[in-house]
């Protein structure tokens, strides 16, 4: 597929200035953000291509390159094919995304060991260990009201015979015999030198002497782990929480990734929640909703709780009970309220006498053969 135009891409003008290529990123990759578009391919693609072109736009070199060049002035320094390198992104995060998710981890998923090579850490210090997912199905009420939940799921830790150095007793690391330390190759293509990670030691710029027997040289062993989590009360289906340094351990003692837990709420019987709000559906009698009365409902708590229908009530008509929806997240804000739809049910048997009022009823109150529709604009 043909590479789209950066300017194009970021929808900006050649002579957009960097604030203006800034604004334009920023909304691109909010919008475009994998974690508000779970699943979605061509979002993904989205913000890595806005990614790639800002990485070039946002650079005074790298534009200046691209303008007189087109991609081939940039291939290798930020283009797809050549290393990829966001230095630029990771200085300018906490501008553009400060406050909005957990950028950096986006980043290693997305575009892997290449694109951590390139800013995601210092250059010495051991690459970081990957970030898992574990996912987590709630009840509707443990959602609703918070709880504490075990898991178990393994991940790498790092290894006890060799404190995750990866390296034998007595042994120890030497310098990559193909980079020379420098943890990158270089091949050139036409007018332009490409570097690349190095393939024998992965960019570390060095190889361990005699790999650890435990864990074949790679420092990490898998290892099965419980850990408790907190589920706040409130929390909605989709939503995603981190608890940090419970990935994988990193290789030669950098740092462990983060356990994302994605929820999943199982459905309710009777309730249904938008935000904090609970609604649900309870059936009356045309004679309760006609002269009113009080029925009683069971709230999410398990509480029964008398409700009054007043006079004329017709089908479809909301109530509404105060705070008896959802609590506020951390326990601070109000509780959501609860919405109760009355149905309004016709009487499926009658019995004589009943079928007789009835009768009597259409007599005295008078019945149409000739109603008119109902304006659409009246159903809401
Ligand atoms: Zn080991
Ligand atoms: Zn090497």
Same mark, same amino acid.
């Given at each position: 597929m043909a590479k789209r135009d950066y300017y194009e891409v970021l929808g900006?003008?050649?002579?957009?200035s960097k604030d203006d290529v800034k604004k334009a990123y920023r909304r691109l990759a909010v919008q475009n953000h994998p974690d508000k578009n779970p699943g979605d391919k061509a979002a993904e693609e989205r913000f890595k291509e806005a990614t790639e072109a800002y990485e070039v736009i946002s650079d005074d070199q790298k534009r200046a390159a691209y303008d007189q060049f087109g991609f081939a002035g940039v291939d290798g320094m /930020?283009?797809?094919? &050549?290393?990829?390198?966001?230095t630029n992104i990771y200085r300018d995060f906490e501008d553009i995304f400060?406050?909005?998710?957990?950028?950096s981890s986006i980043f290693d998923n997305l575009f892997g060991g290449s694109g951590r090579s390139g800013g /995601?850490?210092?250059? &010495?210090e051991p690459p970081r260990g990957a970030n898992l997912r574990y996912d987590m199905e709630l009840s509707f009420e443990q959602a609703v009201f918070g709880t504490t939940m075990e898991i178990a799921y393994s991940h790498d830790e790092a290894c006890p015979v060799c404190n995750g150095s &990866?390296?034998?007793?007595g042994g120890g690391r030497k310098v990559c015999p193909t980079c020379q330390g420098s943890g990158q190759v270089r091949r050139s293509s036409g007018f332009f030198s490409i570097a690349s990670p190095c393939p024998t030691c992965g960019g570390e710029g060095h190889i361990i002497d005699k790999p650890c027997r435990s864990c074949g040289g790679s420092g990490l062993l898998k290892k099965k782990q419980k850990i408790k989590v907190t589920i706040p009360p409130g929390i909605d289906d989709g939503k995603r929480l981190s608890v940090p340094g419970q990935g994988d351990a990193g290789p030669n003692g950098g740092r462990p990734g983060d356990l994302y837990v994605f929820i999943h709420v199982k459905p309710h019987e009777f309730f249904e929640r938008d935000g904090y709000d609970l609604y649900c559906a309870v059936p009356v009698s045309i004679m309760k909703a006609t002269l009113g009365g009080e029925i009683t409902v069971p709230t999410i708590d398990g509480k029964k709780v008398k409700v009054t229908v007043p006079q004329a009530s017709q089908h479809g008509k909301m109530l509404r009970l105060r705070e008896e929806g959802v609590p506020g997240a951390n326990g601070s804000a109000r509780r959501g309220d609860m919405y109760i739809k009355l149905m309004v049910q016709v009487p499926q048997k009658l019995s004589r006498k009943g079928k007789e009022l009835l009768e009597e009823l259409q007599r005295v109150e008078g019945d149409t053969d000739t109603p008119r529709p109902i304006k659409l604009s009246d159903l809401k």
């Open positions: 900006v003008p050649k002579n957009a /930020g283009g797809q094919g &050549g290393a990829q390198d966001f400060g406050g909005f998710g957990d950028f /995601g850490r210092r250059r &010495g &990866g390296s034998e007793a």
